[in-house]
Antibody, heavy 119, light 107 residues
């Protein structure tokens, strides 16, 4: 059974750096074809894809946020970390991590973590 | 960057209705398109991938079609559990992007 769970701060101040951790079980990020991605959703708004890391450490980022994002994995801990710099109130959102299936899409999602950016 | 545009933004329908949601890509994405359903306070749920392949466990009343730049999600006979927001997502390029969503409401 595949499960994922996001963890990190619920409140960050403007200009600070956000670090979110996705801890998963039921699959290995060293298995060919596997990936873990991050997507966010501001309150009442649409989904926005952020980043994706593959089993071979290939990484993909949203072009509009690429300069602020870093995604890494720790295969031994079954974790993926997303770092977003220079946080702003518009970055207030629920942040989700998800498992990328072999067919390329996100078939299992975490419950989401609400991050509020406010001074 | 590939932009995804869904229409309509809101759709009012009744139980038993057949409904169609459209998604257009700003450039060709072949058939690298997925559809998700999201309910308030919940994570998205994958319904369709590769434009027309039904994800395991998803009811057969959901279907997808299209290729290139224009795609549709059809629900053949709406059930009470189907009232939710639906998103398309392209995954043809090195990045991925979602549409703005279509909220399916009870008429």
């Amino acid at each position: 059974q595949i499960t994922l769970k996001e963890s990190g701060p619920t409140l960050v101040k403007p200009t600070q750096t956000l670090t979110l951790t996705c801890t998963f079980s039921g699959f290995s990020l060293s298995t060919s074809g596997v990936g873990v991605g991050w997507t966010r959703q501001p309150p009442g708004k649409a989904l926005e894809w952020l980043a994706l890391i593959y089993w071979d450490d290939d990484k993909r980022y949203s072009p509009s946020l690429k300069s602020r994002l870093t995604i890494t994995k720790d295969t031994s801990k079954n974790q993926v970390v997303l770092i977003m710099t220079n946080m702003d109130p518009v970055d207030t959102a629920t942040y989700y991590c998800a498992h990328k299936a072999g067919h390329g899409n996100f078939d299992y999602w975490g419950q989401g973590a609400l991050v509020t950016v406010s001074s | 960057d590939i932009q995804m545009t869904q229409s309509p933004s809101t759709l009012s329908a009744s139980v038993g209705d057949r409904v169609t949601i459209t998604c257009r890509a700003s450039q060709t994405i072949n058939n690298w398109l997925a559809w998700y359903q999201q309910k308030p306070g919940k994570a998205p749920k994958l319904l369709i991938y590769k434009a027309s392949s039904l994800e395991s466990g998803v009811p057969s009343r959901f279907s997808g079609s299209g290729s290139g730049t224009e795609f549709t999600l059809t629900i053949s006979s709406l059930q009470p559990d189907d009232f939710a927001t639906y998103y398309c997502q392209q995954y043809s390029s090195y990045s991925r992007s979602f549409g703005q969503g279509t909220k399916l409401e009870i008429k």
